[in-house]
């Protein structure tokens, strides 16, 4: 039995990776191809649905640990959660774990929503109150990552795009409608293995000890980045393909590590012939990387031995 009937979707980070941590620009979007929702079982549970409740179990400890913390600006009904995981609660979802497009955020949207109060429906947040509740989601995911903006579960929360602004400040922003019958595309495109979040955080705070690198990341990085931003949002298509060419270029020079060694000829190909272009999605490292193209079937041809799939069409 599903607890009500909102599905909480993926998310896709389409720009940001590392540079929101110092102060670029991200954008992220819901993604409903994947989703997720609450559900009690009725009878028997399978063993995957056995395996969410648990984790939700661990979760749930957790939750009451940061209930009791005074800096945590909401409040989690923590004996009604306890209740309904000894009931069998669990995350009926089809997003994938380790990919980089939200599976924890969803799950920690949908807890919220259903057990944390004050509340407000997404389309009653001010932009004061969306800047809050960035950082409760952020301190509620920090269970699963170590650490966390609170990015992607705002995102499955509200269910719309999401501007991060330089210092932390959060809107809602329009984007051009898909084009189904568009020759180009952005698509996700998979490397066929999990990743880990804590880990390629860390390299990046390693390199981030080195001036060199902390001036490309604000010089290069960090402007390519907005600059892409710009230009998807006011439907400048020339101008984001060449944009996110120079940007998968100081990607794969400057965070090799987080690219895996799998991809990094196909990422390469893709530069040399012009006929797609390869960029983070999150952390790297695994899960799903981005590609941006102006003809897809071509991409997707010279591509054929990755499972990929557009995810907006230009």
Known sequence: ?????????????????????????????????????????????DASA????????????????LDQDPTFEAHIDTESLRRDVEAGLYFDSSIPLGYGVGSSGALVA????????PRKKPEELTTEDIVRLKGILGRMESFFHGQSSGLDPLICYMNLPILVRPHGAVDPVGIPASNAQGAGAIFLLDSGMKHATGKLIDIFFEKMKSEGFRKMLREEFGALNDACIQAFIEGRKKSL?????????????H????????????????????????????AGGGGFVLGFTDDYRKAARMLRGYATQPIYRF
């Open 1 to 45: 039995m599903a607890l009500g009937e909102k599905l909480y979707h993926a998310k896709v980070l389409l720009f940001g990776e590392y540079g929101i941590i110092k102060d670029s620009m991200g954008l992220s979007i819901p993604y409903d191809f994947y989703k997720g929702a609450l559900v009690l079982p009725e009878g028997e549970s």
């Open 50 to 65: 056995r395996q969410s409740n648990e984790h939700i179990a661990r979760f749930a400890q957790y939750l009451e640990t």
């Open 110 to 117: 949908a807890i919220y929503e259903r057990y944390a109060s």
């Open 241 to 253: 393909l060449e944009n996110v060419r120079a940007l998968s270029q100081v990607v794969l020079t």
């Open 255 to 282: 965070f090799s590590p987080m690219i895996p060694r799998s991809l990094r000829k196909i990422w390469l190909d893709g530069l040399q012939t012009d006929t797609y272009y390869l960029k983070l999605c999150g």
